[in-house]
């Protein structure tokens, strides 16, 4: 169902920049389950080039069970810019949530000012995106924009209306990072390296897929999956012994 997601999105990569791959831990790139009756597949590409410092993206095929594009570009430690966040789900035709953000690095008013406001004409073409809708596990505060698109939807609406926001607000951010300003001052450098592993560290943390991974690759795998993939710069919380 989002395999267009995937294939513009990496068309566009391709185009535009000179990207060289980047390892995937071994195990990671792709596994299958069995678990029940559905079969499941998940896999992984990753990427980087000079612009890029990690471009990842996942593919999870259940079937009509579940099926999932989920992607995280992050910038250069030498650009302050956001980094783009895509999470498109489906369980089933009746639960069809689709999220894409431009999500920032800081909160500060400044940053917000000259990052963020500039997405709100392109967030008023898709107003039907933009649901408020509660969130459960992270905090709307941190790390997602006012501008961000999370709506629950349907098939039809993915293909058509969403896709074209999909293709809109990727578009953007590539204007985003040709216009941004490389950084060459090292305390500015070590502000954004800590803000992008703090982003790492929160999602890993609070990320709801980790049930998901479990049920089909278990626990296991799924802990390495977040730790040493999607989250690499996060570091495990300490789980208490038995004394
Ligand atoms: C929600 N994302 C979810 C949910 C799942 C995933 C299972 C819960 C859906 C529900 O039952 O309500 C799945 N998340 C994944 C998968 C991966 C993952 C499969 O990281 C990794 C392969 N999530 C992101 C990114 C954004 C994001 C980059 O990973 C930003 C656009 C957003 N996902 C996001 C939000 C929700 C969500 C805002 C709703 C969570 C909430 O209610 O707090």
Redesign the pocket.
Same mark, same amino acid.
């Given at each position: 169902m989002y395999r267009p997601f995937l294939e513009h999105l990496e068309k566009e990569l391709f185009s535009k920049f000179d990207l060289r791959s980047r390892p995937i831990p071994a195990g990671l790139e792709a596994n299958v389950s069995n678990r029940g009756k559905n079969q499941a597949t998940i896999q992984s590409w990753c990427y980087e080039c000079t612009e890029l410092r990690k471009i990842r993206y996942?593919y !999870?095929d259940a079937g009509a069970a579940a099926q999932?594009f989920? *992607?995280?570009i992050y910038p250069s430690y030498h650009y302050d810019i956001p980094l783009l966040?895509?999470?498109l +789900?489906s369980f089933g035709k009746n639960k069809i !949530?689709v999220? %894409?953000?431009i999500?920032p690095l800081f909160q500060e008013e400044s940053y917000l000012n000259k990052y963020i406001e500039p997405m709100r004409s392109l967030r008023e073409k898709y107003n039907d995106f933009a649901q408020n +809708?509660?969130?459960? /596990?992270?905090d709307a505060n941190q790390y /997602?924009s006012k501008y %961000?698109l /999370?709506a629950k939807t349907d098939v039809e609406t993915v293909q058509t209306t969403f896709f074209r926001a999909y293709q809109d607000y990727i578009r953007f951010y590539w204007q985003m990072l040709e216009q941004a300003e490389i950084i060459e001052t090292e305390a500015e450098i070590q502000k954004i390296v800590k803000a992008q592993k703090d982003y790492d560290q929160y *999602?890993a943390e609070r990320?709801?897929?980790s049930g +998901?991974f479990s049920s089909y690759f278990g626990h296991e795998w799924s802990e390495k999956f977040l730790y040493e993939f +999607?989250f690499e710069d996060a570091v495990p919380l300490a789980v208490p012994t038995t004394a």
């Open positions: 996942t !999870i999932v989920n *992607s995280v966040g895509i999470d +789900l !949530i999220v %894409l953000d999500q +809708l509660e969130m459960k /596990f992270y /997602f %961000l /999370f *999602s990320d709801p897929a +998901l +999607l």
